[in-house]
């Protein structure tokens, strides 16, 4: 099973430059870091996860297994488990609540496989690809019902109601992200719609629910939802960023997906804003018409670097990661907090 | 807005004979009592089903309503409702709970069409002919949230419970389903499985919240599930032989999805076993090798009438009605008591 020490080398380098923004201690120090302080909660987690997604149905484990157990970073509970512990929690709860998280985000990313259309996710072939969209879009249901039913179990109210909230407004933010597919009248606060509820209303979550299970005051539960909240939208900029700049075989991940499905992206805005009348109607047809050639993705990510649109995208990611970090300041000093600053940095720093 | 007051003509009567098994009432007198009975709940629950799928991204309200409002019978919330006044419940947490069943049932459609691919639900062109693989699934998984975020504000850790494991359950049986697809080894045990999961899960849960809202011993709670389980897996009966013995005009319902798909249901089954060694031939390149031509599926159909499919199926149904009516045994005779024993017999009437 893939845990954060088993990253592929992918995820720690890139031959992307970032030209501006906080420069993290190198990845690997990060998450090693992180992974010896939270180390066995990790484990215990993990434990938990194979356990809960099983099923008499013996498709269920299997393809469940491929999407959660591939090797993916653990990121969401990792953020449980250690905001947990730096708000002092020194019981087991969070361990399932971890569980939870994880379920209700691998739900998301089969049910975005049938969405996307994506033939790679984490370098490998994609549990649609493999299995096909009904056994995804299946599977996915049985997850996010089993982490309602570990909530259940756990028997806090107050945690249903943050991941139940979470889970409707990612499919908000899904859905959203669908309307303004193809419409480049799409402007920067919309497109950050679609991230606060595609990406960072889990992120968001699964901070809160540390705060919550340690039984902390509103107002540190409230800064844990708002660092997770700026964290989750740092790190998709900067996948949106990585959608035009990765290299595919060091990342693991298909380039060119969201230029291919006409999504809207920061990049995209920003390129077309500032492109000339000709850079216009050239993203017109490629992102509104959906007419694309072969030769028109290297064009469009050569429009980008002519306005620097990888960089802006990079530097609003840092200012998102700013911003998580300030909201740590109501928390002691901590290893743990310590930590979850660098992770802030990391997930701007991954691309470098 | 469709109530069950409005049910199209073709819910009440159909070309399809009944060969054998319990005579109802006619179905419009059963369904009018009912309503009759729980009428002003209905309508609650229809006004919270329409201010609860409500969300700023319009395009969700849209596709919902499309589903949700089309005219469906509300057979499962009307369950939940029937339930809660026969155990003599009198406050107001089933209108809410009994949207929350709705809306997991809205969800299950969803995500089915998108497995499914089927082109008539109801009559009408299905959500997901009109937007898209894409739009069902997330639209799917907003309203299984929201039932969620709608428990979680009624406070019942009991609900909660009951409802995310039939959720799972659901998964679990749709997966098998497409497990046992395609595969004319599949027992009439394991078809059972598929229908207890996929259907009969759901019908459980909506009758036994209907006991627990109402704060009834454990006994009457599992009578009502094991009613809701049996009446499930009686509906399903139905609908399996209505897939090869329906008019589609009339029942506004795609004749030969389940056929086209390879989908092993017990008039399939029963055909194959009681066939000729031609006939198994012809069930296994139209089932098992998806071998198909147009003139296929009439002479499935006759082959299901040469050895009585249709109306063996009809009487397995009937067999499961007469269960369900005698787990109402343990209550005490009322108004509510007597439809839900008609609404048993109405379900394997519908067809007549």
Chains 1, 2 share one sequence.
């Not at 992120?203 to 989750?232: H, I, K, N, S, W």
């Not at 693991?252 to 997906?257: E, F, L, N, R």
Request: glycine share 6%; hydrophobic share 50%; charged share 20%.
């Amino acid at each position: 099973m893939g845990i954060v020490t088993s990253l592929p080398p992918s995820e720690l380098q890139s031959s992307v430059p970032v030209v501006t923004g906080p420069v993290a201690a190198g990845g690997e120090d990060v998450l090693t870091r992180l992974v010896a302080l939270i180390g066995e909660d990790l484990s215990a987690c993990n434990t938990a996860i194979v356990a809960r997604m099983h099923s008499q149905v013996a498709l269920i484990p299997q393809l469940a297994a491929h999407i959660v157990a591939a090797g993916g970073k653990r990121l969401r509970p990792v953020l449980t488990l250690a905001c947990a512990r730096m708000c002092g929690y020194a019981g087991d709860r969070h361990i399932n609540l971890a569980a939870c998280v994880e379920f209700i985000h691998t739900a998301t990313l089969l049910h975005d496989d049938v969405v996307d259309e994506s033939v790679l996710r984490r370098g490998l072939a994609s549990a649609n690809a493999i299995f096909g969209n009904k056994a995804s879009v299946l599977v996915g249901d049985f997850l996010f019902a089993r982490a309602f039913q570990l909530m259940v179990a756990d028997g806090s109210l107050e945690v249903l109601g943050i991941l139940s909230q979470a889970a409707a407004t990612i499919a908000e933010g899904e859905v959203l992200q669908l309307a303004t597919q193809n419409d480049l009248g799409t402007d920067e606060a919309r497109y950050l719609d679609v991230v606060r509820g595609k990406t960072a209303a889990l992120f968001a979550a699964a901070c809160e629910v540390g705060a919550v299970v340690a039984d902390r005051p509103a107002a540190e539960a409230a800064a844990l939802r708002e660092y997770g909240t700026c964290l989750g939208i740092a790190f998709q900029l900067v996948d949106d960023a990585l959608d035009y700049a990765a290299d595919q075989e060091t990342l693991g991940k298909t380039v060119g997906d969201d230029f291919r499905e006409g999504k809207i992206t920061l990049p995209v805005l920003v390129a077309y804003a500032a492109g000339s009348e000709a850079d216009r109607v050239f993203w017109r047809r490629v992102i509104e018409d959906s007419e694309q050639t072969e030769a028109d993705l290297a064009h469009a990510m050569a429009l980008m670097e002519n306005v620097d649109a990888i960089r802006i995208t990079l530097d609003r990611a840092a200012e998102f990661a700013d911003a998580a970090k300030a909201q740590l300041a109501v928390f002691p000093d901590s290893a743990y907090r310590a930590s979850l600053m660098e992770v802030a940095d990391y997930t701007v720093s991954r691309v470098r």
